[in-house]
Every structure is written in C-alpha cells, then in structure tokens.
C-alpha cells in the first residue's frame, strides 16, 4: 500500500466503495470527483460550515457487502476554504495505523473486522451530528445503497400525502419523514404534499420542513410553502419559527426566483432582525445572497439585529468562506453607500472585537 496520501487513496487501494456525504449546511451527496480533489487540496470546499467541512463517509467491501462503516468527520479549512494539510496528513496516519490488521485481511481477500469503527475513538476530526441530520443520512443512504426505507417511512407518507386526518401526527417520527422527504420525488408525493402543506399544524409543518431543506424541491412544492408563510412576513404577532422553518425548506430548491422572493420580503418584513431568521437564510439559504442586493440587505438587517455585534461577526466569518460569497461580502465591507450601522459592525469584524 504506497503512496497513500488521502482518504480516497486508501479505500480505492483496498476495494472498497465510497459514498460521501456533507453533513453541514445541508445533507447531500458530495461526487468522488469532487472529494478527491478536496483531499488533494486542489479545490475549495464547496460547502463550508463553521470553518470545516463536515462529512459523512459511507464505505464497504465486496467480500462483505452487507457490512457498512460510517465514519463523521469534520475536516478544519484554511482562510481559503482549503483542507488543512496537517489535519488531513494526521487522521491519515491514524487510519494507517489503526487498519493496518484489516488491510492485510483485505489483501488475502478475507471480510474486514469491525476494527475500522476504533479509528473513531479520541479522534479530534470526529463529530456526533443531530438526531435530525442522522435521520436524513440515514435515509439517503439506504436511497443510493438501493435499500428500502425505514419502517416509519409508509406513516408519514399517509399523513403528508392526505390519507390521514390533519391532526392525526403523533405518531410520526423524525425517521419517518426523513425517509419520505429522501424519496419525495422518486415516489412522485410532491404533488400530493403541494395540495395539502396548507393545512398541516405548525409542529409537523416544521418538522417536514427541516428535512426538505436537504432536497430540491419542485416548483409546485416550494410555490405552496411560501404562500403558506408569506403574510407571517407582516404579522406582528406571527411565530416566527414557522416562517424560519419554510426558508429551511426551499433553500434547495430549484425554484430560485420563489425562494429569493420569499427571503426578500422576510429582509423587509416586520420579522428582519430576528436572528432565527437571519441564522437560517446564512446557514440553508445562503445561495441567495450570491444577489449582490439581497446581500446588502441582508448584512444590513444583520447589523442591526438584537443578537449584537457578536451574531454578526459569528455570521459573516463563516459566509466569507463559501466559495461565491468572499468577494461579495468583501465588496460590501467597501461599499460607501453602507448604512453608519453596517459601517460599525464591519469596524468591530476587522478589529476582532465581539
């Protein structure tokens, strides 16, 4: 086993086969191709969350394939969004030295043990997602593995495809919608659901609405949830976690003209300071503010929410990391148009004071 260097090298060297996840900002699928080249340092990461690049690391073995190992890792980025080639070269050290008993299994064609798992222990690059990205891992897992769902999947597709009363919701688990989201359009059920979000109480709502935010959702589909959320953008008293909860959901979707149309009138809205709102367009939305206008808006609204200065800097240092959005935001830091609010807050950014 030579010129092992990456992750990839060494389960391409050994047989196995990988699927890759991120597990920051959304779950979904990160391409071999596009891994490989993170690895080697030859791109950015395309989605970065906090600094890092938090992964889902699917692999198993022809000789045992219905053995899986899963392993969440969390990769620290440089200023360019780079992978930080110590980390990468220690946790590569560890994999060798740790697997180096099933490497000689695998050479000698026998089933892996279980020993890969241990590469887990004390390991500083190793993370514990939610409950709610485990679910959605879990259930696009079993999708690309060609598996069927989860048991829960078959309750929540009666109750968001209409075939159960409104408030007949108990009973369904995170699972369960996880599993039906994953496989929304494959099932063809984004029709059904468009006709029905209207009237789901707000905790299901939200619930379903924490898992779309990792599809693409339709037109239709993303149309019905924010017309279902829109007035909230001029209720006072409206709960404004419903309203974050919708922007989770069309986030991906491929109706960019619907999902900027929503977060725009939630940045002029009555609800514009309100920091859930504010995390959530940074943290699930974020390609909208690829809109050098809605940007400047945004920024503006952030800089004068109530969450204070250490919000904002927490906010803005992370996007400054997405690919796309660095020159943006530097060129609002520039902008001499700024209001004297956003001029402060962006003061206090490149001072380092919180």
């Not at 969004?81 to 099933?102: C, H, P, W, Y």
């Not at 769902?149 to 109750?159: K, L, N, V």
């Not at 800089?303 to 240092?317: P, W």
Request: aromatic share 8%.
């Amino acid at each position: 086993m030579s010129d092992i260097v990456t992750l990839t090298d060494f389960l391409s060297q050994t047989g196995a086969s990988l699927r890759v996840f991120d597990m920051g900002r959304r779950v979904s699928v990160v391409s071999p191709q596009t891994f490989s080249k993170f690895e080697q340092c030859e791109i950015p990461y395309p989605q970065p969350y906090m600094y890092h690049a938090r992964l889902g690391i699917l692999f198993w073995y022809p000789q045992a394939p219905e053995k899986h190992f899963i392993w969440f890792l969390q990769f620290p980025l440089d200023e360019q969004g780079f992978i930080i080639q110590a980390s990468r070269d220690d946790f590569m050290k560890r994999l060798l030295e740790t697997v180096g008993q099933n490497a000689r299994q695998l050479a000698e064609n026998e089933a892996p043990s279980e020993e890969p798992r241990n590469l887990m222990k004390d390991n500083p690059l190793a993370f514990t997602p939610d409950q709610e990205r485990i679910a959605v891992f879990n259930a696009k897992a079993k999708l690309a593995l060609g598996q069927p769902a989860s048991r829960f999947h078959d309750q929540a597709e009666e109750y968001f495809t209409g075939q159960r009363e409104n408030d007949d919701w108990e009973d369904i688990g995170l699972q369960g919608i996880a599993d039906f989201t994953a496989r929304l359009e494959k099932q063809d059920n984004a029709q059904a659901l468009s006709q029905h979000i209207a009237s789901f109480p707000d905790i299901p709502f939200s619930a379903l609405c924490r898992c779309l935010e990792n599809e693409q959702i339709d037109h239709r589909l993303a149309d019905a949830i924010v017309q279902r959320v829109m007035p909230l953008n001029q209720d006072e008293q409206a709960d404004t976690l419903i309203l974050a909860a919708a922007i989770r959901a069309i986030g991906h979707t491929r109706a960019t003209g619907l999902r900027d149309q929503l977060i725009r009138a939630a940045l002029e809205g009555l609800h514009r300071y309100d920091i859930e709102i504010l995390t959530v367009i940074a943290a699930r939305a974020w390609e909208s503010l690829e809109s050098p206008e809605l940007l400047v808006l945004y920024l503006e609204c952030l800089a004068n929410c109530s969450a204070g200065q250490m919000a904002f800097t927490k906010i803005v240092r992370d996007l400054i990391f997405v690919p796309g959005l660095r020159t943006l935001i530097i060129a609002q830091f520039r902008n001499p148009d700024r209001s004297e609010a956003l001029s402060e807050a962006i003061g206090m950014l490149m001072s380092g004071i919180e």
